[in-house]
């Protein structure tokens, strides 16, 4: 059976930057993903810079060993202009060195640098399948 190798868009939903913290998470169940890009579409100016965090935590739901941007970083600065009207502001991000989600593991969209106005951002991320057998995965375990 061949696969196709089809990237495509995981919507994290509507996200308030006006305010720091973990705002969304998301992780494969089955395959393992490649994240190629990410982007925030920003409904409003940005008031001041924000920064948004994709963190990786290799295990789901746990902080330990968790990751600092290492999946991405995104500097919002007042230069991103948004007009209402003319269709939202797209600010995105493509890593140099794509990072793998395993299952059991999660990317976590955090805010650590709080931007004023962007109060209903929706952010999505670009993966990529990286076609394997769930037996070769280490961590997941097979029940009959």
Known sequence: MAYDHTKYEVDLGILDLTSTGDKATWGPGLVPHIVRAVSIVIDATPGDAGV???DLRPT??????RTDGTVFTINLATSHTFTAGTGPKVVYHVPSSPVKVLPGQEVVIEVTDASASVDEARVCLLVEPSWDQPGNITGMVATA
């Open 60 to 65: 789901r739901d746990s902080d330990t060993s």
């Open 52 to 54: 948004v965090k994709g």
